[in-house]
């Protein structure tokens, strides 16, 4: 593992398989895989880790990540709302959608 941002993106591929956990009631982080499933769980390459990511998740948040990549970092809601809406999804969803993919950290 190189990285950071590498490691980063490892560490959220594990805790969303469900490999790594916090345990609240031991207050400190467990695992539940051995070293050879650690294998499966991981990919030697970021790109994959990403794409893991993105598969994971709704439609809607992947139509919105990939209208990011074709606009300015500095769109506003509702022309990000209106690029949306034209794609089919609902106006009212938008804030949602963004705080999403903000939370996976595909847009800032």
């Known amino acids: ?3 950071i941002f590498f490691v980063k993106q490892a560490l959220e591929e594990l805790v969303r398989k469900n490999a790594l956990f916090y345990d609240m009631i031991l207050f400190s982080w467990q695992y539940n895989v051995s070293k050879v499933q650690l294998d499966n769980y991981l990919s ?9 990511k993105i598969n994971g ?3 809607e948040v992947k ?3 990939v209208i990011m990549s074709f606009i ?8 990000i709302r209106t ?11 938008v804030e949602k959608l963004v705080s999403v993919a903000i939370e996976n950290v ?3």
């Open 1 to 3: 593992i190189g990285n």
């Open 63 to 65: 139509m919105l990540v």
């Open 83 to 93: 690029l949306l809406e034209g794609e089919g999804v609902d106006g009212t969803k």
């Open 72 to 79: 300015p970092n500095n769109a506003d809601l509702s022309t």
């Open 44 to 52: 030697d390459d970021v790109i994959d880790l990403i794409k893991s």
């Open 57 to 59: 998740l709704p439609t």
């Open 106 to 108: 595909l847009i800032l």
